[in-house]
């Protein structure tokens, strides 16, 4: 296909505004996939994706579309993450592109990330199209909406087409609008060879596959490739294009998007961002925006039974064959065994990733309360990198501690304006600016430490804005804080997977508000059992879990038989998901309190 009959675009859209659904409108409506083998979002190809509604990799289909003029033109639609924790993921699908379908739920209007998802796309020069969707609902208020995309996204809004990814409408116009408003690549056919990685994964029969696109040159099969930044050389098996299954072709050439077949075994050798070239006659210089993808957020894994080390290990090393972002380490606890200290972007990653432990591989876990990186300065001058509370050195040696800080932005209704100052304020936040997008929608940047975003604060962020608050952030630095190490004692014995690293001056409350709620959570056991909270031995706060009454059970024995078994059975369903620490069972709820803070 010639350059000017390729059209290469993302759809992009804050969370549930219907990215997916119109995608799979747009592949049913060319001819793609048959009307009858459709099923609900196709893309999303993870189970968990399509459980959740969310995108969580890159997807790039190619699609042929007749337009209104004869001609038929190659789409190359790439359905981009559609959360936080993924935001370099969507700026490398973006650089992929040379336009963009900005999707606005009609019903909700502009959102956190609509703003950060089009200002991505402003900055990578995109061609933006507004698609107003959902109008299909009553509540929908297209006019409304038009506006917050003019005054709060300086994108002009007067020729956004309006449609609804569930019944069709305005999909046509959609397409034709890509056609006429989106521009074809520029490339040179004639240079050296030069693609962008924007996605790859892990094919258990063929190796690595990489999404690219061709900027300049061709690529084809037995070609010998090299990748700049990793310094991989390899050569190439296939290159094809999904539609959405995959096909091959005998070349990828300037301007098209498709997949490549890399025959190599580990995916961290194919990264995101990264430039292909020719082995031989190749560029050096690479094209611009290549990053390193950085765990912000960690957690203990644990096995419950203990001879499930070795599958969880299994597990995690076929997780990271297709997952660069994630990484892990052995970790041992006193309380909880062998584990695993593990890396996340983000805690959507991170519930994502455990689910697929649990789900895919079986596996019975524990999660320690995930925690940040922090950067603890000793007295010698040297810097520890924690990346676990248990490995905070003693007080006496350190000089200072510092702590992630996000620059996040939150957008509400004029009306939670004081709502949210009261919880960011609570969680140690530094008011930046506010702005007005429009009449309805007021943007406010904040400085928030990474550790209290991820105290539940997302969640108490909806409800105290009844559900109208979006957020999106980035990583602003480090910054030293006042920070101390809290230990949760249990009969008298500190239980290092149950410590947390806390800002000295909230360490009281969150001490007693935790012995409170732990008291609630674990269980009454034969005898009693002291709950402390204490700071390098000092005890802040107690409570205490009461013995259990010995009747209880005696009160079955001998009585009705399917009772007692309908008892047994409702302990053995708990003990599950419990550990023994001690001669103390803890449930996982326990460590999971120490993130719910009031
Ligand atoms: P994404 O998160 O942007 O990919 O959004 P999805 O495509 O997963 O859609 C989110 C929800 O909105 C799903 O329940 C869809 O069925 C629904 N939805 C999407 N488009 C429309 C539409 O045009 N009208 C209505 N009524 N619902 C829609
Ligand atoms: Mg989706």
Redesign the pocket.
């Known amino acids: 296909t010639d350059l000017s009959h390729i059209r290469n675009f993302s759809i992009i859209?804050?969370?549930?505004?219907?990215?997916?659904?119109?995608s799979?409108r747009i592949l049913e409506m060319t001819g793609t996939v048959a009307k009858r083998d459709m099923q609900?979002?196709l893309l999303?190809s993870m189970d968990i994706e399509r459980e959740r509604?969310?995108?969580i990799k890159s997807q790039a289909v190619r699609v042929n579309y007749t337009a209104d003029d004869g001609e038929t033109y190659q789409f190359n639609l790439i359905d981009t993450p559609?959360h936080v924790d993924f935001t370099y993921e969507v700026s490398r699908s973006l650089a992929a592109c040379d336009g963009a379908v900005l999707?606005v739920?009609a019903t909700q209007g502009v959102e956190a990330q609509t703003v950060a998802n089009a200002m991505l796309a402003m900055n990578a020069n995109l061609e933006i199209i507004p698609f107003i969707?959902?109008?299909?609902?009553p509540a929908a208020e297209p006019e409304r909406v038009k506006g917050e995309i003019e005054d709060g996204l300086a994108i002009p809004a007067d020729d956004a087409v309006l449609?609804?990814?569930?019944?069709g409408d305005g999909i046509h116009e959609l397409l034709e609008a890509v056609v006429y408003n989106i521009p074809a690549p520029t490339g040179n056919t004639e240079a050296p060879l030069r693609a962008l990685i924007f996605d790859s994964y892990f094919d258990a029969y063929r190796g690595v596959v990489a999404l690219v696109r061709v900027v300049d040159g061709c690529m084809k099969k037995g070609d010998r490739i090299r990748m700049i930044a990793t310094k991989t050389e390899t050569q190439v098996e296939e290159v094809g294009a999904r539609h959405p299954q995959e096909t091959a072709l005998p070349s990828l050439s300037t301007g098209e998007v498709g997949y490549l077949v890399t025959g190599l075994k580990d995916v961290s050798q194919v990264k995101v961002g990264d430039t292909i070239t020719l082995a031989q006659g190749g560029v050096d210089e690479p094209l611009p925006g290549y990053r390193e993808a950085k765990p912000m957020v960690f957690t203990g894994l644990f096995p419950i039974e203990g001879d499930q080390y070795e599958p969880l290990k299994e597990a995690l090393e076929k997780l990271s064959l297709n997952d660069p972002a994630l990484v892990w380490e052995p970790e041992t606890s006193h309380a909880l065994g062998f584990g695993f200290r593990v890396g996340f972007l983000g805690l959507l990653h991170m519930e994502v990733i455990k689910e697929r432990l649990e789900r895919e591989f079986g596996l019975d876990l524990l999660a320690t309360a995930p925690s940040v990186e922090y950067h603890v300065y000793l007295k010698g001058g040297a810097m520890v990198s924690l990346h676990s509370p248990q490995e905070m050195p003693d007080p006496g040696s350190i000089e200072r501690v510092e702590e992630p800080y996000l620059k996040a932005k939150i957008l509400i209704p004029p009306d939670y304006v004081g709502a949210v100052m009261d919880l960011t304020v609570a969680r140690r936040g530094t008011f930046v600016t506010m702005n007005y997008l429009s009449q309805t929608t007021v943007e406010m940047l904040w400085e928030i430490p990474l550790s209290e975003l991820i105290m539940d604060f997302f969640d108490k962020l909806k409800s105290n804005t009844k559900g109208y608050a979006s957020l999106d952030y980035d990583f602003l630095g480090y910054k030293p804080s006042d920070l101390v190490k809290l230990d949760i004692l249990l009969s008298g014995k500190p239980i290092d997977a149950l410590s947390f690293i806390v800002h000295k001056d909230k360490a009281y409350d969150r001490g007693r508000v935790l012995c409170d709620k732990l008291k609630e959570i674990i269980p009454r056991q034969m005898f009693e059992v002291p709950i402390q909270a204490a700071i390098g031995g000092r005890v802040l706060a107690r409570q205490t879990v009461k013995a259990k009454r010995k009747d209880v059970l005696a009160k079955c024995y001998g009585g009705d038989i399917t009772r007692k078994r309908k008892l047994l059975e409702k302990q053995k369903a708990g003990k599950k998901r419990m550990k023994a620490i001690g001669n103390v069972e803890v449930p996982q709820e326990a460590f999971m309190a120490i993130l719910k803070v009031d």
């Open positions: 859209a804050h969370i549930d505004h219907g990215k997916s659904t119109i799979d609900a979002q999303d509604g969310i995108t559609g999707v739920d969707n959902k109008i299909d609902l449609g609804s990814g569930k019944t």
